[in-house]
């Protein structure tokens, strides 16, 4: 081929690989967005159950202050019961006044028969003397009782009005508690249900998303690979591109190098044992430099797209023996090669 055509073709070739090794970036910085943002969907999904625990304990307040409106009505309750008893008390109170007055006229009666009958009546007079005694003393207890009662009564009819005030109140309020809390419920769960329903169609659209990007990265990291390995042809490289099984024959004698990002190399679908994670990018040189020229390489990454460039750049910082695994970890993972899971 000739030699200004074959520059011309690797030029092209170099420009398409690293386009495409930069889309394949791309779309993982992508994927890590579409990732962060299905963590804020499901921190939104507990939000809006929240919600549902939030009513349960707004429910309970409300029978709480329901409970507490009963409390009320049976205290008033009380109160107007107390009243009748006091009512009760006071008009029998009022018998014993009358009693001691129908004592204290007997009283006098007896004085003066007493009277009349001279010393022969002195005995009656002693049991007047006494009677009226009683009657005076009966007479005065009933005021002292009557008086109390009426203080009694008094304080008793104002606490059965306050309660009978603070009843009405309290019903009043459980009505309005009911009525709104009835109003909020229905709101918050008809917001619920929206949330519920736009996460559910978040949640579907990003699965798209995701699966639209993992094709996509699929495509690109195929064409980047076929075009590394069309690139190596056409240049003569000294890049050996090598399928699983010869690479596992390998990995004894080279150092296995993962270029893929330490988030993939850590949760994707695996990596080889022993194997090292130096990320394609601009610190993939200092990163090689530090390893030593001495000892061959063998590059991996998902697909082998990104390990054929890093290939090519070990290769121009003066690597000898270089390595590139075909088809990447899928195709190690497929031909059931041991490795360590994420």
């Known amino acids: 081929m000739d030699g200004k055509l074959r520059r011309l073709i690797t030029d092209i070739l170099h420009s398409g690989a690293a386009a495409l090794e930069t889309v394949v970036t791309r779309l993982h910085a992508v994927d890590d967005r579409l990732t962060a943002a299905e963590r ?23 029978h709480a202050l329901d409970h507490s409106d009963q409390s009320i009505h049976a205290a008033h309750a009380q109160f107007v019961a107390f009243e009748g008893l006091m009512s009760e008390i006071a008009r029998r109170v009022q018998v014993l006044s009358e009693i001691a007055d129908q004592s204290n006229i007997l009283a006098v009666n007896a004085t003066l028969e007493a009277a009349r009958a001279g010393e022969r009546g002195k005995g009656f007079q002693v049991v007047a003397d006494a009677m009226r005694a009683l009657a005076r003393q009966s007479a005065t207890a009933s005021l002292e009782i009557g008086d109390l009662l009426d203080d009694g009564t008094h ?6 009005t306050e309660a009978e005030e603070a009843s009405r109140k309290s019903s009043e309020a459980m009505v309005t508690a009911r009525r709104s809390f009835s109003h909020l419920r229905e709101n918050a769960l008809h917001i619920q249900r929206e949330a519920g329903e736009a996460v559910d169609l978040f949640r579907e659209q990003l699965g798209s998303l995701q699966r639209l990007l993992t094709e996509t990265k699929t495509r690109a990291e195929d064409h ?29 004698r080279a150092q296995v190098v993962d270029v893929r990002t330490p988030e993939e190399f850590r949760t994707d679908i695996g990596r080889i044992r022993r194997a090292i994670n130096v990320p394609i990018g601009e610190d993939l040189p200092d990163g090689l430099r530090r390893l030593g020229r001495s000892k ?22 003066g690597f000898e023996q270089v390595w590139n695994l075909k088809l990447g970890m899928e195709g190690w993972q497929a031909a059931r090669l041991p490795m360590d899971e994420p």
Request: hydrophobic share 40%; with cysteine.
């Open 224 to 252: 980047s690979g076929a075009s590394s390995e069309i690139l190596d042809a056409i240049a003569d490289t000294a890049i050996q591109h090598v399928d699983p099984a010869e690479a596992l024959t390998l990995i004894e």
């Open 40 to 62: 804020k969907i499901e921190t939104i999904a507990e939000g809006t159950n929240r919600t549902t625990e939030t009513l349960d304990e707004a429910q309970s307040v409300i």
């Open 155 to 160: 304080r008793i009819t104002q606490y059965r």
């Open 296 to 317: 061959p390489i063998l590059f991996v990454c998902r697909r082998g797209g990104r390990s054929a460039r890093a290939a090519r750049i070990a290769l121009e910082l």
